[in-house]
């Protein structure tokens, strides 16, 4: 058996490196599909586990104006930052104290329905200014959101509300990652129809958007059925992953998740590994035992379904994960404590892409990167200078070359 390698920090050699270049580069991509439309990139839940203020920090000296995020104390994590840039709040307010810090710093809550209309009204009115917002249509998702068939009524209300101001509508497509865009464009029908109505009623529905990433790259069909929305709202794709296999693009991959051979132990033939024995060596062999686990992250379906890459060569996970280890199976090849393992992404011209670590744990890629533990450290790779910047939360962080 070898003994474990412990780095100089005491730290557990686990970390999720952020490639910042990535993230610009794909902010790029998205402003040049969006053929000249304004674009709101979705940092909600912590840039999906990328950590939110510093990738809205790119994302803004890159030139973008919008950030979208889920609720008030996401936007509140932003607004503390002085990005300079203005938040759009997806899931409203729920209550008088999220409407009045909302109202506050200026951010701009969706409405969905006409509690959070009041909410943010009285607030605005108790703090003697006007606040903007923005209403989500639901043509078709039917999660959030105003029913297409009280949408025009509810747009009334806000233009008629001398304490609000409608800055945008817009509505979420369900299917847009799938072949057929039938249903998306039969969503944007029905959107069309309540942009019309609202029309008639002398109400502007100010900005217009509905293009999430799939939207986005799905491209011409779906752009072209409402040529009159001038904004795009893509996520995912701005972190370098595509939400589905026919919407592939120019994308560069944003995050790695990678740790450290801590052991490697002989197993002879019939002996088990891990929790419940869910793993018996069919021969003598050898097993890796890598610093990262399900409270890191790991999906306990990745047990013995999913691999891993170490010195450029992919072996596969041996018994079921544990909340602080990985073993994995490495048979007679040179693996040592101390080499680095991928869970993924990509490192030394060897990948193996987030969305094959999804498909073999059964789940999607949205879900493998924003599961990455709080205990995982975030690097930040600042190219090209080649400065990398390691964040522990909002604690603390330290420079260091690579």
Do not use: W
Request: aromatic letters at 4%; one cysteine or more; proline letters at 5%.
């Amino acid at each position: 058996m070898s003994e474990a390698r412990v780095s100089a920090a005491g730290r557990r050699p686990t970390e999720a490196r952020i490639d910042l270049a990535a993230i610009r580069a794909n902010y790029a991509e998205a402003r040049r599909r969006a053929g000249g439309r304004e674009v709101y990139a979705v940092v909600k839940a912590d840039a999906y586990g990328h950590g939110a203020v510093p990738v809205a920090r790119a994302l803004v000296a890159e030139g973008c104006e919008r950030l979208a995020v889920l609720d008030v104390c996401e936007a509140a994590r932003l607004d503390d930052a002085r990005l300079g840039a203005r938040v759009l709040v997806l899931g409203g307010v729920h209550d008088a104290a999220e409407a009045a810090e909302a109202v506050a710093r200026g951010l701009v809550p969706v409405l969905h329905d006409a509690q959070g209309l009041a909410l943010v009204a009285v607030a605005a009115r108790a703090a003697g200014r006007r606040a903007r917002v923005e209403v989500e249509v639901d043509t078709g998702m039917r999660r959030m959101g105003v029913p297409a068939a009280s949408a025009p009524d509810r747009l009334a209300d806000i233009a008629a509300e001398p304490a609000l101001s409608l800055e945008g509508t817009f509505t979420h497509l369900a299917q847009a990652d799938e072949a057929d865009l039938a249903p998306s464009l039969a969503q944007l029908a029905v959107f069309r129809d309540v942009l019309a109505r609202a029309r008639k009623r002398g109400v502007s529905p100010g900005r217009i958007h509905f293009a999430n990433s799939a939207g986005l790259l799905a491209g011409a069909p779906l752009l072209q059925a409402l040529p009159e929305a001038d904004a795009v709202r893509p996520g995912l794709l701005l972190y370098g992953v595509a939400p589905a296999a026919h919407l592939r693009a120019r994308l560069r991959p944003a995050m790695t998740l990678a740790t450290r051979v801590v052991q490697v132990r002989n197993v002879r033939a019939g002996e088990s590994v891990g929790y419940n024995a869910r793993f018996r060596a069919r021969a003598d062999t050898r097993v890796a035992t890598l610093a990262i686990g399900y409270a890191d992250g790991v999906p306990v379906a990745s047990s013995a379904r999913s691999e891993v890459l170490i010195r450029g060569r992919r072996f596969p996970i041996a018994g079921r994960v544990s909340m602080d280890y990985v073993g994995v199976d490495v048979g007679d090849a040179s693996v040592a404590p101390g080499d680095e393992a991928l869970l993924f992404g990509a490192s030394d011209g060897a990948s193996l892409p987030v969305e094959e670590a999804a498909a073999a744990a059964d789940t999607i890629s949205y879900e493998l990167l924003v599961r990455v533990g709080s205990r995982v450290p975030r690097v930040y790779m600042q190219a090209p200078e080649g400065r990398a910047q390691r964040a522990e939360g909002e604690r603390s962080s330290e420079d260091r070359t690579r």
